[in-house]
């Protein structure tokens, strides 16, 4: 039977697919294509009861986010998935730091559902939404 919700752990990094969207810009189709998906392990999947391309709300302690899961390009485990860095990532990245200066992009727990009525915001939606601005 199909999990409502699972708590996986957060590892974002830097994506090829995600270097391609830069360069066409950050507002572009590509950046948002390669940045707005978080991967998972094929059990991940099973567990959820969703389908590839299905959106789902991923939230940590600091944030929220809906992204597109997709199947894994990597060789994650279950309970490991994936986000691209980038605003998305952002919004539910910890921003403590243990004395490092940088926040830990890697090993954060987060709680991943299935949200396909959601809408995934665009770059500057986020960014306007993570800093409590109004939209246009």
């Not at 391309?53 to 899961?69: F, Y």
């Not at 243990?98 to 559902?113: D, L, Q």
Request: glycine share 10%; proline share 7%; charged share 20%.
């Amino acid at each position: 039977m199909a999990e409502s919700e699972i708590t996986v752990n957060i590892i974002t990094c830097r994506t090829i697919q995600q270097g391609v969207g830069v360069e066409a810009g950050r507002t572009s189709q590509k950046y948002f294509d390669a940045c707005t998906i978080v991967q998972l392990h094929p059990a991940d999947f099973k567990r959820l009861g969703i389908g590839e391309n299905t959106r789902v709300r991923v939230t940590s302690p600091v944030g929220s986010v809906v992204l597109k899961a997709v199947r894994t390009r990597e060789d994650l485990v279950p309970g490991l998935a994936h986000i691209p860095m980038g605003p998305w990532a952002n919004r539910i990245v910890p921003s403590y730091t243990y004395s490092t200066g940088e926040p830990s992009f890697k090993g954060f727990p987060a709680k991943i559902r299935a949200a396909p009525a959601e809408q995934i915001m665009g770059a500057v939606e986020v960014i306007r939404d993570a800093c409590g601005l109004p939209g246009k």
